[in-house]
């Protein structure tokens, strides 16, 4: 347990109260919503803008915790959503508290308006609160209309009983399209009020501003112990409560009644509600301080003031002020000071306590000085530490008449300022009548050797004495840890100790005056950009006696993004003894914009024999441009790190390495993105290559990859130059099975220098990408064994009369699909040829030709999609051209299909001479027409038969998994047993009945929300009197999963089959299909919340009824049973065990063959009532596909 304030203390005590004290409070008005539990289960704090013990919303509630929404208008407002479907065009992917597209967040509507809108998010009445009062939340800012973000799309507000509103909260107005954490700092509120979250914009899309997880802490006022006094160091107040002696007489009401502030004598208490009390606001520097209020300075814009002064946490309230002049910044500094004082002494020094509000980039610094003959400073803090009043302490000790001055450091930025409110000084602080003078100003600090702030901390010496990084932070330069600034706001701090007569300097925890119950935390100045090798090395130690020590980390604060989340931590001790060091080397990587790093840290309690120390702080190769040498370049299995590849920082997520699953050596390593990660938030991963030098070749990039599951997004390859314009290489989405395929991506040659990426977007929460086994040649590539022509035509070329043309839907403008295969959008891209008469006459050719493939003694098959539309509207003929020797028809087609893509296909038989694969055609005169082709793929297994079984042991064969999301949201995925370590399926398959054999599943995983759905799509069966269709299906008893089984034709679909209990086994199932017209097969599962549902063996017949095919197969089987009785007679009395194992598997085959048979007959349906689709028409059913 942390050492907290009394505060907190007393509110963990009052959570433990005996039930008669509880009592009178749970049932009462006066015990709601005041942050404390009053009744055993919490219910008093029900719908209080959080809910339960944990003082947590994270919106899964429909009753959203009590948030109420408000809007000055319909046309923008709050609204509880969820991320929906796939990767949205605007807002969260997912929310923040489950990561899914199942949980809930707050974000507001889309709205186009000529003038800004606001909506408010407002919550209920809550009681009154302490100084340590915070909301920790989760919010989301992105501009994905790229129309702008406004200068205050999002802050917070807290509004009095009175109707005074006060802004407490500005976040950076950033886009970025993450989940961000930010910390709204409420504090000590002596009435009833709420907390108000408003958005504000003219243009912008739904969701793009959004909040999630909030988390109120240390909000209770102190309560009494139960049945003790106060202890020791702690002082009682008026209601009860106890306080820390250190927190009486410091301007802040921690009591909550005001009653550690009543008992003061001596003590000079300035608010500055009145007047600037006797504090001198004279100064020689043109820019001054001033007092004001932030009804002055704005009621409408956010961004400007402080928002509140401390001492009444009101716009009303007062303070001294002071930020960038209208007219605009002709100095940089701006002071004030107090009367003369008395000399003080050892046993009783003057102490100051204030509280600054230090926001925004324009906060450079403020610093205290003493002036009696000389000026000194005694205390400092630097840069901007938020939305929020930070107490500070100064103790002075001076022989001389002396003043106190406060000095405050302004940048000439956009928005921002510092404020100085609720000073007080000790009684030891004793009014001189004895003015004095210097004797001389202080030098001003040394002119930094370069006019560029850019080149401060850059780590390149731009100076020739290196001044310009002297003070970043890296302990190997004399005043490196100078570099380092305490930005603590809370009762812990880092100070820096430095003995130069041993040489020593660490940076450790200790004590500090702040009143939040936050970390301790220390910042470097702005450093970078950085490059991929850079990297934090340091030692450290948190030692004591106790079990365990506290927490120390390191976290990066980007200029533009802000607080990122931690790169490193460490929670426990290290040892017992304060000299048990350990070392850590924290990768920092590329970071584009200059940004801080920062040690954070919480002691369980501060005490002598209990230590936090940091010491020989270093950066090493950080320079933007260094790149290491790298052996083995681009090409890289992950063994032993990333090799020439390094993560994006910029990115949602990253990718991992993964031990027990590659394609290397099998029990390797690969570099994997897990959706099924909890943790995984936002909508993509990024992995970049070392820049690469131009060069007269082509490049290929070979890799393996894994796309599995039934909701994972995409992999895409992309190429970037020294700009930062990307093209689109390769790219492959939805399910690909559970194994390893081979991809080469060519990569054309570049002028100027360039990177590679390989980039996941993620489009749901349920699967995993992989790859492994990168190379990267100075080649082309010979022909990929898949081309989508997303991005490339893959190395096919052009030859005839006209040529063939890389389009998409939206380039297609008078002929062409409107949707391409492989994505079926407009955004997906195909090779097609105009073959409108004007343009390739009646008898003209046009070639597209592969890359050579070398040849092979086995058979393959070349499948590929083929789309040709309008009337008449010319010849496909697909050939295989040998390196020498006449060409080989394939395949041919002439006919107008409609709309429609079809599967193509054709055996490639070629010895071992090179080949090529030519899709010719051939113009027939016809008007407005066209011929495309997509999604070409080689298999090293030969082509089926129409009819043929599919086993799913060499893949899908001819079946597919639509990627139209209108369709489905989800996958069929390939699968065995033996391979999945994720799913729970089939212990077997039904085709080999092993673990090793394949076949399709659909799992009710929790990543995804029920009753979403699956397509499995047959190719385009032609018209026939009648087709049977024959498949094995599996559910487990646990299943909640449905399997229906459709015709489709024309966006109309027709039932066949539904399926509901299995019993847990493999069973068959027959149905005959009857239609006129040419149609599709669909096996659509749907998602429950447990259990799977599996197919395999599935097989049609065209023009045969599923009783003929069942003659068939007993013909087979007699057939077999003859041939296996003459083999008998024949065998050697040696091959007798042979026979005995054949013997004893017949009757088995028989059984199988009985139970399949029959199997249709159980589960609530006859396979004898699908004979003809006209036979049971109740069970018929059509409706028009969205």
Known sequence: MLQLRSSTLLLLAAVTLASGFCAPRCETPEGKCDFVCDCDDCRDEHNCGYGGKTFECDFEDAGICGWTLESSGEMYTWERLQSGDGLPDSGPSSDYTTGTATGWFVGVSAVSSGRPQRSVLSSPEMKRSSPTCRLRLRYFLWDSGHTGLGSAPLWASISHHNSQEAVVWRPEASSSRSWREATIFVGSVPSNFRL????????????????????????????????????????????????????????????????????????RFCDFEEDQ?????????????????????????????????????????????????????????????????????????????????????????????????QMYPVWKRGGALG????????????????????????????????????????????????????????????????????????FHADCVEEEDEAKCGDFSYPEGSSGWTDSSIGSQGWVLHKNATVKEEYLYVAEAPGQQLTEAQTRTPLLGPTGPACNLNFDFTLAGSSDHIGELSVR???????????????????????????????????????FQLAFEARAVKIQPNATIKVRNVHFVSCHANYYPSVPTGLSCNFEDGLCGWYQDTSDSFDWSVLSGVDHTIGTGRSLVVDMWSPSLRGAFGRLISFPQRPAPTDYCLSFFYKLYGPNMGALNVKLTDTNGYEVLLWTRSGAHSNTWHEAQCPVPHQLVTFQLVFEVVRSGFDGRVAIDDVMFLERPCTIPRMCSFEGQRCGYSSSGKVHWLHRNGYTATTTGPKTDHTLETKLGYYMMVDTDKAILPAGATSVLTSLVQPGSTRTECVYFWYHMGGGNPGYLTVYVKPEKGERVKIFSENLNQGDIWHLGNGNITSGLASWQLEFEVVGAGGARTHIAVDDVYFSAHPCEDQGSKCNLENGMCSWSNTQNNQLDKLDWELTSHEADQHYSTPTEDHTLGTEKGHFL?????????????????????????????????????????????????????????????LGGRWR???????????????????????????????????????????????????????????????????????????????????????????????GGFSNQAYESEHTVPDEVREQEVA
């Open 196 to 267: 108000r979250l408003h958005s504000q914009r003219s243009e912008g899309r739904r969701g793009d501003v959004a909040v999630d997880q909030l988390e109120f802490l240390d909000c209770a006022l102190p309560l009494p112990l139960p049945g003790s006094e106060c202890p020791a160091g702690m002082e009682e107040c008026r209601h009860g409560g106890c306080v820390d002696q250190r927190q009486l007489c410091d301007g802040s009401d921690d009591c909550g009644d005001r009653s550690d502030e009543e008992s003061c004598d001596g003590y």
């Open 277 to 373: 009390c006797d504090w001198d606001l004279r100064s020689i520097s043109k820019l001054k301080w001033r007092r004001t209020n932030q009804e002055n300075i704005s009621r409408s814009d956010p961004l400007k003031g402080p928002g509140r002064d401390h001492s009444n946490n009101t716009a009303s309230g007062h303070f001294l002020y002071v930020t960038v002049p209208d007219a605009g910044l002709s100095m940089d500094w701006a002071a004030f000071q107090s009367p003369p004082l008395e000399p003080t002494n050892h046993t009783h020094p003057c102490k100051m306590v204030m509280y600054t509000h230090q926001f925004g980039p324009r906060s450079g610094g403020l610093t205290v000085l003493v002036s009696d003959r």
């Open 387 to 458: 939305d929020l009043w930070v107490k500070a302490e100064v103790e002075i000790k001076a022989d001389l008449p002396f003043q106190i001055v406060i000095m405050a450091a302004i940048r000439d930025f956009a928005y921002g300022g510092i404020a100085v409110d609720s000073i007080v000084l000790s009684p030891g602080c004793r009014l001189s009548p004895v003015n004095h003078s210097l004797d001389a100003f202080p030098k001003p600090p040394k002119h930094p050797c370069t006019d560029d702030p850019n080149k401060m901390c850059d």
């Open 556 to 594: 990066v604060i980007d200029s533009l993004l802000g607080i990122e989340p931690k790169l490193w931590e460490f929670s426990g001790k290290t040892g017992n003894e304060e000299e048990r060091w350990r070392h850590a080397d924290v990768l920092i990587g590329v970071r584009k914009h200059r």
């Open 1001 to 1061: 599943f659909l799992s009710s995983s929790n990543r995804t929300a029920a009753n979403q759905n699956a397509w499995l799509l047959s190719p385009h069966l032609p018209p026939a009197k009648v087709t049977c269709v024959r498949f094995w299906a599996y559910k487990s008893h646990s299943s909640d999963c449905e399997l229906r089984v459709w015709r489709v034709h024309k966006n109309l679909l027709h039932q066949l089959l539904k399926l509901d209990e």
């Open 1068 to 1162: 068959r199932f027959d149905a005959n299909v009857t239609s006129s017209e040419e149609y599709q097969i669909v096996f659509e599962g749907i998602k429950g919340t447990s259990g799977v549902v599996a197919l395999d063996d599935i097989e049609y017949f065209i023009g045969r009824h599923c009783s003929e095919t069942d003659t068939a197969s007993n013909k087979r089987y007699n057939a077999g049973g003859a041939a296996a009785a003459v083999i008998v007679v024949l065998l050697l009395i040696g091959l007798l065990i042979g026979l005995l194992v054949l013997y004893l598997r017949t009757p088995q085959r028989a059984e199988a063959t009985n139970d399949s048979s029959s199997s249709s007959a159980v």
